[in-house]
C-alpha cells in the first residue's frame, strides 16, 4: 500500500557561529548575519519518508515556510529524492512564534490535500523549542508521536514506532494519519544524487527567475522560462498568505503572543583556559562564576 508523506523542514542559521549581531531588537533573528544551512534533524525525517516511498510507494512533498532564500533547503531535497517541493514566504509570514508558525503550516498541508504521514525534525536548532510539530498535529487534529527513532511496522492504517529516550525506548501503534517528530540517532541522511542535481539544477521559485535569466540568456523572458520550467516539473511552487485559507490576525508578529524579551551571549574563545585546583573550593569557585556569567543557573 502506498503513503504519501509531507515532510516540513527548515533553513536555519547556522548556530555554531553565533555572535552579537544575531538578535535584532525586536527579539527575532538577523537570519541575514548568519549562513544558513538544512535543519540537521530535518534530514533524518526526509530520510525516513524516503525509506517509506522506496518501500511501500508513494510520493513526498517537501514544504517549509520562510525567506525566499528558504528555496535552497527546497532544491536540496530535490536532489535527495523528494517528489514535490513548496515554499510558503511571505512578509506577513515574518516573526512568527511556534503559534503563528503552526497554524501557517496548517493551512499549506491543507492545500495540499490528502496525507498519510507528516514528518518533521524532533526541533530545529535556531529555537530549540521542538513545538511547531506537535503544535502543527493538534491544528490538523491528527495523532501524533514525538521522539520517533523506528519505524517498526507500517500496515494499512496503523503504524508501530519506537521512541528513542535518553533511558530508554518505548515502542507505541497509532492510527494514520499521523505526525512523527523524527530525532537525530534514526538514521544516516542521504547525500544528494548527483542524477538528481542535474536533473533539478534550474529548480526556482518565481523570485529566483532574474537570476536565471541572467545566467541563462537563452530563455529571453520570464514567460519562457516559466514554461521552460513548468514543463519539466521545476518551477517551485510559492504560496503567500492570499494563496491559503488564513486569518491574516493569526500570522507572523500579529499572531505571536511570545516575544524573545532578552539574550544573553556566551562566547567561548579557543585561547580561553583557566587551571582549577582539584579541590573543594576550586570547584566551588568555578561553580559561582559559571552561574554568574549565565553558563548554568
Not at 524516503?50 to 536532489?79: C, F, I, N, S
Not at 516573526?95 to 493551512?107: I, P
Request: charged share 20%; with cysteine; proline share 6%.
Amino acid at each position: 500500500m502506498p503513503y504519501n508523506s509531507i515532510v516540513l523542514v527548515k533553513q536555519v542559521p547556522d548556530t555554531h557561529n553565533i555572535h552579537g549581531d544575531v538578535m535584532k531588537d525586536d527579539g527575532t533573528i538577523n537570519r541575514a548575519a548568519l549562513p544558513a544551512i538544512f535543519n540537521p534533524e530535518d534530514l533524518n525525517a526526509l530520510e525516513m519518508a524516503l525509506q517509506v516511498k522506496e518501500r511501500y510507494g508513494g510520493a513526498v512533498t517537501v514544504l517549509t515556510m520562510g525567506p525566499p532564500t528558504a528555496a535552497e533547503v527546497l532544491r536540496d531535497a530535490l536532489y535527495r529524492g523528494a517528489d514535490r517541493v513548496v515554499l510558503l514566504s511571505d512578509r506577513r509570514f515574518a516573526g512568527a512564534d511556534t503559534l503563528a508558525t503552526s497554524y501557517t503550516l496548517k493551512c499549506a498541508i491543507q492545500k495540499i490535500g490528502a496525507f498519510d504521514l507528516i514528518f518533521c525534525g524532533r526541533q530545529a536548532i535556531d529555537g530549540d523549542t521542538a513545538q511547531v510539530p506537535p503544535q502543527t498535529a493538534e491544528k490538523l487534529g491528527i495523532p501524533q508521536i514525538t521522539y520517533a527513532e523506528t519505524i517498526v511496522q507500517l500496515d494499512a492504517n496503523e503504524i508501530v514506532v519506537a521512541r528513542a529516550f535518553p533511558l530508554g525506548k518505548e515502542i507505541v501503534k497509532c492510527t494514520l494519519p499521523c505526525l512523527l517528530t523524527v530525532v537525530g540517532s534514526a538514521n544516516q541522511p542521504r547525500p544528494p544524487s548527483a542524477r538528481k542535481m542535474i536533473e533539478h539544477k534550474l529548480a526556482a521559485t518565481p523570485l529566483e527567475y532574474n537570476t536565471l535569466l541572467s545566467q541563462w540568456q537563452e530563455f529571453e523572458t520570464e514567460e519562457k522560462l516559466d514554461a521552460y520550467l513548468a514543463a519539466r516539473n521545476l518551477k517551485i511552487p510559492l504560496w503567500t498568505a492570499d494563496d491559503l485559507a488564513v486569518d491574516a490576525n493569526r500570522l507572523g508578529l500579529n499572531g505571536s503572543p511570545t516575544q524573545v524579551y532578552k539574550v544573553n551571549y556566551v562566547v567561548l574563545e579557543t585561547a580561553e583556559s583557566k587551571q582549577i585546583p582539584a579541590n573543594a573550593e576550586g570547584v566551588a569557585a568555578l561553580m559561582q562564576e559559571l552561574v554568574k556569567e549565565y553558563i548554568v543557573g
